[in-house]
């Protein structure tokens, strides 16, 4: 069973910056997907970034495209969001998620294309 252990959540004034991480105890072979999903209070889990693990093609929403990048440290297994330019309605809790093997296509955006999950971290932004 992969567990997957999110860090560097925190509070931040609008305009700064943070960087998430996010640590797997295991490595599927192959081609998989990692993501990052956030949800604020009282709304539904919505997609932040994605990124294959091989070739690390990626993927963004809108609502992020430009301040948010999604990367991975391979020689440490580590998956990473380096978060700029925040603001007030970035505040939530982020959750990173994998997938099981998958084809080296697009990053998948839906909630329910990935396996596993991890605990969270709070980011809250101020104004």
């Known amino acids: 069973q992969v567990q997957l252990v999110e860090s560097g959540g925190g509070l931040v004034q609008a305009g700064g910056s943070l960087r998430l991480s996010c640590a797997a105890s295991?490595?599927?072979?192959?081609?998989?997907?990692m993501a990052w999903f956030r949800q604020a209070q009282g709304k539904e889990r919505e997609f932040v970034a994605a990124i294959s693990w091989i070739g690390t093609t990626t993927s963004y929403s809108d609502s992020v495209k430009g301040r948010f990048i999604i990367y991975r440290d391979s020689a440490e297994e580590t998956l990473y969001l380096q978060m700029n330019n925040l603001k007030p309605e970035d505040t939530a809790r982020y959750y990173c998620?994998?997938?099981?093997?998958?084809?080296?296509?697009?990053?998948?955006?839906?909630?329910?294309?990935?396996?596993?999950w991890g605990q969270g971290t709070q980011v809250t932004v101020s104004s």
């Open positions: 295991e490595r599927p072979f192959g081609n998989y997907f």
């Open positions: 998620a994998q997938t099981a093997p998958l084809p080296p296509l697009a990053p998948p955006r839906r909630t329910n294309a990935y396996q596993y």
